[in-house]
């Protein structure tokens, strides 16, 4: 009877050794595979997201910029003869202006804070209304040709609209400059 217990016992045993390394290495290998394949995937992934931060944040500015401008043409914001009516800066629009109506001298602002530009790749100190491509009115729009008619970051009197600075390609195949 003892003899069979031992029998048993050491079946039992070569049973739960393990892997083979056949075995180790094919699963390696499809793990290997898997993680191929999800590495651009996650990448696209993230440029999408930037991409919708972009989008969003372009829309914010452009938004806040016209509400300067309406405000400005319906007589809230003082302006000189001469002036577009457009903000002079991205900052005007965060710290406000003085309400031309309110006897109290109240501010008129237009954004909470100037989004930073999802793709801007310079220092992480740069003010947020920096990390951006400004264009004054009547300035010609960005082309984003590389040479000096798309660097639009050139102060003006005023800032009409905003752009990216980077000279990336959108996955829709038009260049951050021109959204």
Do not use: C
């Not at 070569?14 to 290998?29: N, P």
């Not at 972009?54 to 309406?70: F, G, H, N, P, V």
């Not at 970051?153 to 390609?169: E, L």
């Amino acid at each position: 009877m003892k003899v069979r217990f031992d029998a048993f016992r050491l079946r039992a045993r070569a049973a739960q050794r393990g892997f083979t390394l056949i075995e180790l290495v094919i699963t390696l290998a499809l793990v290997g595979i898997l993680a191929l394949a999800i590495v651009p995937f996650s990448e696209l992934i993230v440029q999408r997201q930037k991409e919708q931060q972009l989008s969003a944040a372009l829309r914010e500015i452009r938004t806040a910029l016209d509400a300067y401008k309406e405000a400005s043409d319906t007589g809230l914001i003082e302006r000189e003869a001469d002036a577009s009516g457009y903000p002079p800066s991205l900052a005007v629009m965060v710290t406000g202006v003085p309400n031309a109506k309110d006897p109290k001298g109240g501010l008129l602002m237009f954004l909470r804070h100037v989004p930073r530009d999802p793709f801007f790749t310079g220092d992480a100190d740069v003010a947020a209304e920096d990390t951006w491509n400004v264009r004054a009115f009547g300035e010609p729009p960005n082309q984003g040709d590389g040479g000096d008619a798309a660097d639009n970051s050139r102060a003006g009197k005023d800032v009409f609209d905003v752009s990216a600075k980077t000279d990336r390609v959108g996955i829709n195949g038009i260049p951050y400059k021109q959204w």
